[in-house]
């Protein structure tokens, strides 16, 4: 659903659009925080940063990035982004895939204490 905002200990998203097989989210971290170590069962995702410093781990390979940086998450990486400048991450996500809702997450590690929230089966 389109300007759908989700508020997180990290910071917060917002859908800019979302349809059939694929969704557009700006997501917001603040410094010195980060998301969960995930991984996706149905989808994959390209990251655009804009706005701030990030700290990407994605499988095994810790990449740093900036204004205009990208990186691609395959389906099924562990992949985690952490704000590691002094102002707010600012990133543009574009998911593609069979189902694109939020409960497809797994967290394997989180700093807020949500390993095992997100829903084990999401929709097919």
């Keep these: 659903m389109a300007n759908e905002r989700g508020d997180r200990p990290w910071?917060?998203?917002?859908?800019l659009i979302e349809e059939d097989g694929y969704k557009v989210k700006k997501f917001?971290?603040?410094?010195?925080?980060r998301l969960s170590?995930?991984?996706?069962?149905?989808?994959?995702e390209h990251w655009q940063v804009v706005r701030g410093e990030?700290?990407?781990t994605v499988g095994t390979e810790l990449v740093r990035l900036g204004p205009g940086g990208t990186i691609d998450i395959p389906l099924g990486?562990?992949?985690?982004v952490e704000?590691?400048?002094k102002e707010d991450l600012v990133v543009i996500e574009v998911q593609m895939g069979t189902y694109v809702g939020e409960d497809d997450i797994e967290?394997?590690?989180d700093d807020y204490g949500r390993?095992?929230?997100?829903r084990e089966n999401p929709k097919k």
């Excluded at 917001?28 to 925080?33: F, L």
């Design 107 to 109: 967290r394997i590690e």
């Design 115 to 118: 390993v095992g929230e997100a």
């Design 83 to 85: 704000s590691v400048g």
């Design 37 to 44: 170590l995930q991984r996706h069962r149905m989808r994959s």
């Design 11 to 15: 910071g917060y998203y917002l859908v």
């Design 28 to 33: 917001v971290v603040r410094p010195g925080t």
């Design 54 to 56: 990030a700290s990407v």
């Design 77 to 80: 990486a562990l992949h985690r």
